[in-house]
């Protein structure tokens, strides 16, 4: 009867001595136990397990405990497990390993005292659970994050992150530094931040938005659109996100980055309108004065705050040449006057051979009785590019009217100066034309005058 219950329990500890050193394998944890009295320390052979050692690699002890400990985590140990010893509460700390082979490894450990029946403390008994593959995780994360913030905060890119659930909505600071918008902080930007869509868009974009976010699976969303700026303009924008979903689908977050296009949505269509009309003027029956109420028109169509004009110079007079949106009294009254300074803007690009670079104001009294012309047909400022041929004589005005007096930005200055080059090559072009036309007019009369044989060998 005693064999066979010995061999029993000896059954039962062996298959609890696997049980547990499959646990510690599977939970990554080792247990130990120190003696108060007598300082041995016992370790399962999990612990070995965590540090690279096979079970029972060498006699543990605590100097060697202690050694196996990272260096700067040392000092907190010790001073946690006296702490523990002499307040009684539990023992939890986080420290790093040094493996055999001086791999660095996350240890979670926890402990409680062990009392006899007088209830002094005799044992410290706990557990070592390896975490480094979850803490190496959120290292990593925490790194990628503190990247993000530098970079946002460095106001590089705007970037926002909206969360769907809660309609909460994070600004980053490139939004300050490229749209001069006002730092809200995370609750409700949401609302504001649809607040600077234009309102022709708005609902579209929303929509759209909507659309991507919560009926579809997609995960991308892009959208160019126009984004009011706080001194009121609108920047051409495209914005770019990221739908991240649970396991159901169902969006969560969405982060994205806007990108300020304007320069290249404008310069893009200056391109497009440009090259048609180049295209255009090789068109034998083109005059210059359709060509350029063409071109004028499709760059008041970009740019609905101008008003141009391009007034030809001969003999020191002015003469209409292309207006497509100036009041006709208006034209007829400026047209056939002479340079001179009553003309103000007029005879400051003539006289110059430059552009003006600075919107004038039309109300400056050099203007004079231009002035007052200008001002019955509700134009406030004007600026001004002077047409040159190719000898760098000006043969023309090219003017920029404005109902109030503004300054220009970049882009419309730039478009100002590209179109004072494209006119000028274009009226050469037709100066050239003409020459040749006269030129072969000539020829002809020549011909019939005279019996003489002409003849013209390359």
């Given amino acids: 009867m005693d064999k066979k219950y010995t ?21 990554k944890t080792g247990s130990w136990e120190l003696d108060l009295q007598t300082n041995a320390l016992y370790w399962s052979d999990g612990v070995f397990g965590i540090l690279g050692y ?25 001073q946690a497990m006296q702490e523990t010893i002499a307040t009684g509460k539990p023992y939890q700390i986080e420290k790093r390993f040094v493996t055999q082979n001086g791999q660095i490894k996350y240890i979670r450990s926890k402990g409680k005292l062990v009392y006899d029946e007088h209830h002094q403390p005799i044992k410290l008994v706990g557990v070592f659970q390896d975490i480094s593959d979850t ?21 590089y890119e705007s970037v926002w992150d909206f969360n769907p659930l809660t309609r909460e909505m994070y600004l980053s600071e490139g939004f300050a530094q490229n749209f001069g918008l006002p730092d809200s902080g995370t609750m409700s930007n949401n609302d504001y931040f649809n607040s600077r869509y234009h309102p022709d868009e708005r609902e579209e974009i929303l929509n759209d938005f909507r659309q991507k976010a919560y009926q579809t699976n997609e995960i991308h969303w892009l959208k160019e659109f126009r984004f009011k700026k706080i001194n009121g303009e609108y920047a051409y924008v495209r914005d770019r996100a990221i ?26 269509l200056l391109d497009k309108i440009e090259k048609e009309v180049m295209t255009l003027s090789f068109r034998e029956d083109i005059t210059v004065s ?7 028109s499709q760059l008041e169509s970009v740019f609905p705050v101008f008003k141009t004009s391009v007034l030809r110079i001969v003999d020191g007079q002015l003469f209409h040449l292309a207006s497509p949106s100036l009041p006709q009294a208006y034209i007829d009254a400026i047209n056939g006057l002479m340079v001179g300074d009553e003309l103000g803007m007029h005879t400051l690009a003539t006289d110059k051979k430059m552009p003006i670079h600075a919107t004038q104001q039309l109300t400056e009294g050099r203007m004079a009785n231009f002035t007052g012309l200008a001002q019955q047909f509700g134009l406030g400022a004007c600026w001004a590019q ?18 109030t007096y503004k300054g220009l930005n970049t882009i419309e200055a730039q478009a100002i100066s590209r179109a004072q080059r494209l006119i000028s090559v274009l009226m050469v072009k037709f100066e050239y034309v003409a020459h040749i036309q006269k030129t072969n007019e000539r020829y002809t009369l020549m011909n019939k005058a005279t019996n ?7």
């Fill in 7 to 27: 061999q029993s329990f000896t059954k039962l500890t062996d298959r609890a001595k696997f049980l547990l050193a499959q646990t510690e394998e599977l939970a």
């Fill in 54 to 78: 096979p079970p029972g690699a060498f006699e543990v002890s605590f100097e060697k405990a202690f050694e196996v400990i990272h260096p700067d985590d040392r000092p907190a140990a010790l």
């Fill in 135 to 155: 803490r190496l995780a959120e290292l990593k994360w925490q790194e990628a994050n503190e990247r993000l913030q530098m970079v946002l905060q460095a106001g």
């Fill in 243 to 268: 739908i991240k979903r649970d396991e159901k689908g169902a969006a969560i977050r969405v982060v994205g980055s806007i990108q300020d296009i304007t320069n290249e949505y404008y310069y893009g």
């Fill in 290 to 296: 359709h060509l350029l109420y063409t071109y004028l």
């Fill in 386 to 403: 002077p047409i040159l041929n190719a000898n760098g004589t000006p043969i023309a005005n090219l003017l920029v009217y404005f109902d």
């Fill in 452 to 458: 003489d044989a002409i003849y013209d060998w390359d």
